[in-house]
């Protein structure tokens, strides 16, 4: 139906993308996209951190080398690398 249709969020992605597209730099353009996928890494990373901490009973990671210790170097690691590439 037309009211389950997400206007506002597909009116924000193409002003985004044409931000982008007006910047006209790629390098310009790299630093941005790379810092949002490393806060997305770095945010998924605590949060499977918090989750494993708190002992939420539905939170049953099936991976075998998983640990609260991974997800928090992940975070970590991942934070570094932030300050790293923008320094």
């Given amino acids: 139906t037309a009211g389950d249709e997400p206007r506002r969020a597909v009116v924000l992605s193409y002003l985004i993308a044409q931000l982008?597209?007006?910047?006209?730099?790629?390098?310009?353009?790299a630093p941005i996209l790379t810092n949002f996928f490393l806060v997305?890494?770095?945010l998924t990373n605590l949060a499977?951190?918090?989750?494993?901490?708190?002992?939420?009973?539905n939170w049953r990671p099936t991976y075998?080398?998983?640990?609260?210790?991974?997800?928090?170097?992940?975070?970590?690691?991942?934070?570094?690398a932030?300050?790293?590439?923008?320094?």
């Fill in 40 to 42: 997305t890494y770095t």
């Fill in 64 to 80: 075998r080398f998983f640990s609260w210790q991974t997800s928090l170097l992940g975070a970590a690691l991942t934070l570094a």
């Fill in 82 to 87: 932030m300050v790293y590439l923008n320094v």
């Fill in 20 to 29: 982008g597209i007006f910047i006209g730099d790629l390098d310009a353009v």
């Fill in 48 to 57: 499977a951190f918090f989750l494993e901490i708190s002992g939420v009973p």
